[in-house]
């Protein structure tokens, strides 16, 4: 059974920084481009990160406008973990964040998530 | 930057009627890269369909998807109150960006 477990939300203060991970299990962790999408509270979906699988030569990563320079995406492949780094945080950072995989065959869906984590960014 | 505008915005209807939800894209997109999930209260996103008419695994046959170009729908027949939920089109554009449409609440009572 795939499985994503996300961990490492919580209260910050703005400018702040926060490491969010994602265990992953049930699958080939390392065949899978891994992503971030967040939810701000009573909002819609916003993807925020993705990093390419790991059986490229060189894993690629892509961000939103909205957190590029401030997040950064990777992933641990002999743990099957995944993680943001979130630098410079700001209040219209505060979401649910979910770690989601993306399809391998080329349709660019997300077809499996986690369940979140919270991050709340306030003074 | 390619903009989803999803309608309604609220769709209150009984059950066993049939929910039609659109999805229009600012420029053309293609169907190979659009998708449809369902969030309800409190939990994760679920995928629904992709390629905008392909169903995921699991899914019921009650949900369906057509559209090209600019105009995407999902159906849901037969509605039922599990139904209930808010749901998202996605699409995967240039620059590695993955969009999302603002949502549609669907409501079955």
């Known amino acids: 059974e795939v499985q994503l477990v996300e961990s490492g939300g919580g209260l910050v203060k703005p400018g702040g920084s926060l490491r969010l991970s994602c265990a992953a299990s049930?699958?080939?962790?390392?065949?899978?481009?891994m992503n971030w999408v967040r939810q701000a509270p009573g909002k819609g979906l916003e993807w925020v990160s993705s990093?390419?699988?790991?059986?490229?030569?060189?894993?690629?990563?892509d961000y939103a406008d909205s957190v590029k320079g401030r997040f950064t995406i990777s992933r641990d492949n002999a743990n099957n973990l995944l993680y943001l780094q979130m630098n410079s945080l700001r209040a219209d950072d505060t979401a649910v964040y979910y770690c989601?995989?993306?399809?391998?065959?080329?349709?660019?869906?997300?077809?499996?998530w986690g369940h979140g984590t919270l991050v709340t960014v306030s003074s | 930057e390619i903009v989803l505008t999803q309608s309604p915005g609220t769709l209150s209807l009984s059950p066993g009627e049939r929910a039609t939800l659109s999805c229009r894209a600012s420029?053309?997109?293609?169907?190979?890269?659009l998708a449809w999930y369902q969030q309800k209260p409190g939990q994760a996103p679920r995928l629904l369909l992709y390629?905008?008419?392909s169903r995921a695994t699991g899914i019921s046959d009650r949900f369906s998807g057509s559209g090209s170009g600019t105009d995407y729908t999902l159906s849901v027949s037969r509605l039922e109150p599990e139904d209930s939920a808010v749901y998202y089109c996605?699409?995967?554009?240039?620059?590695?960006?993955?969009?999302f449409g603002q949502g549609t609440k669907l409501e079955v009572k």
């Open positions: 989601a995989r993306r399809d391998t065959l080329g349709w660019f869906y997300f077809d499996y």
């Open positions: 049930g699958f080939t962790f390392t065949s899978y481009t």
């Open positions: 990093i390419s699988s790991a059986t490229t030569y060189k894993p690629s990563a």
């Open positions: 420029q053309s997109v293609s169907s190979s890269y």
């Open positions: 390629g905008a008419s």
């Open positions: 996605q699409q995967y554009g240039y620059s590695a960006m993955y969009i």
